[in-house]
């Protein structure tokens, strides 16, 4: 017999709070945890034991919730750069509604925290204080202090980023060669979802490889930079391919089910919304992974020795630290990149 749990990945503690959960489950649950830990997949693990009753990935209403498609669970995501009001407004009536064929219904509301503070205002009190029938799931990278009214509402649920050899250990038994997935889960940085992008991206050791070699190109010279940005960013752009191209896999989909059934509600405008912050998280993601192996080539240097001026290495690392916290202000990227080069020590071989 199948688990629902079985796409949940290196988060034991958190399978076993949530299996005990649901013998005897409470309003709301907020899971915490960093993109590509399988927050998102556990919500739907957790919506189907709780609908199915059964940790049996092949009962009809397990089935269904695992894939998104029970008609009592309802997951929401954002349209734009927060969870609306109106969207609230949303969540606030579909949650005071019977469920259409189970005993419980179950909303599972994404990056929580990016609710804005009207949706906030108006979900208080439906989170708090749902009709018993209904069970919340909200979904966070991390909480923010001003949502802790929230989240003191529910049940907090911890997921951890994975450890790099558990998610080698999970590309290897998905089919993909071990030095690869060793190299795969380095980069992704205990994130799964892009871990398993980047094992399909021939060109990941070339590009980590740009970063690395950045110091040792750098002469002091804004043309040499400004040539290092535009190669680097280059090289983000095409990795973005196979994302590109399952993105288009989902729109033909989508589309093929707007022809049968209407447009009406069809969720278009929300994937639309999706791939383009799963674009974004592409590229963010790239330059994180790329400035921490660049900062890892100056710590290396420290440790061998072979720069001429040592504490130059230590503020170089700080740099590149100050660097990385900036990228969540989604900075213009070729200007971060040139003034980070620019104040860069070179180094020699």
């Known amino acids: 017999m199948a688990s629902v749990w079985q796409s949940v990945v290196g988060q034991p503690h958190a399978v076993a709070r949530l299996q005990a959960s649901a013998v005897n489950p409470l309003h709301a649950y907020l899971f915490v945890g960093p993109p590509g830990s399988t927050k998102n997949e556990a919500s739907r693990a957790f919506a189907a034991l709780l609908l199915a009753g059964v940790d049996d990935a092949d009962h009809r209403a397990a089935r269904l919730a695992l894939v998104g498609q029970h008609p009592d669970v309802r997951e929401f995501a954002r349209v734009g750069a927060m969870i609306s009001r109106e969207q609230a407004d949303e969540i606030v009536r579909l949650a005071a509604l019977a ?36 069970v ?54 205990g994130d799964l979802s892009r871990a398993r992008l980047l094992a399909n991206d021939p060109h990941l050791v070339a590009r980590r490889e740009l970063f690395a070699s950045a110091p040792y190109r750098l002469d002091g010279t804004g043309q040499v930079v400004v040539a290092a940005v535009e190669e680097i960013l280059d090289a983000i752009e095409a990795a973005a391919v196979p994302l590109v191209e399952r993105q288009a896999g989902e729109v033909i989909s989508l589309e093929e089910r707007i022809a049968a059934m209407g447009e009406r509600g069809s969720g278009k405008k929300a994937l639309e ?47 590149i630290h100050g660097s990385l916290d900036s990228l969540e202000r989604n900075p213009n990227e070729p200007l971060l990149l040139q003034a980070l080069l620019l104040g860069l020590p070179s180094m020699t071989r």
């Open 136 to 189: 919340f799931i909200v979904l966070a990278d991390y909480m923010p202090p001003e949502l802790v009214t929230i989240a003191s509402r529910c049940v907090r649920i911890e997921f951890t980023a994975i450890a790099d050899d558990v998610v080698a250990a999970t590309l290897i038994a998905e089919g993909v060669e071990s030095a690869r997935a060793v190299q795969s889960a380095e980069a992704a940085a």
């Open 273 to 319: 919304e999706r791939h383009k912050r799963e674009l974004r998280r592409h590229r963010t993601d790239e330059l994180r992974s790329g400035l921490t192996t660049l900062a890892r080539s100056y710590r290396d240097a420290l440790v061998d020795g072979t720069l001429a001026r040592p504490e130059s290495a230590a503020t170089a690392i700080s740099r």
């Open 99 to 134: 469920p259409n064929e189970s005993d419980r219904k179950v909303l599972i509301l994404d990056e929580f925290h990016l609710l804005s503070a009207d949706a906030a205002a108006k979900l208080l009190k439906t989170i708090e204080e749902p009709p018993d029938s209904t």
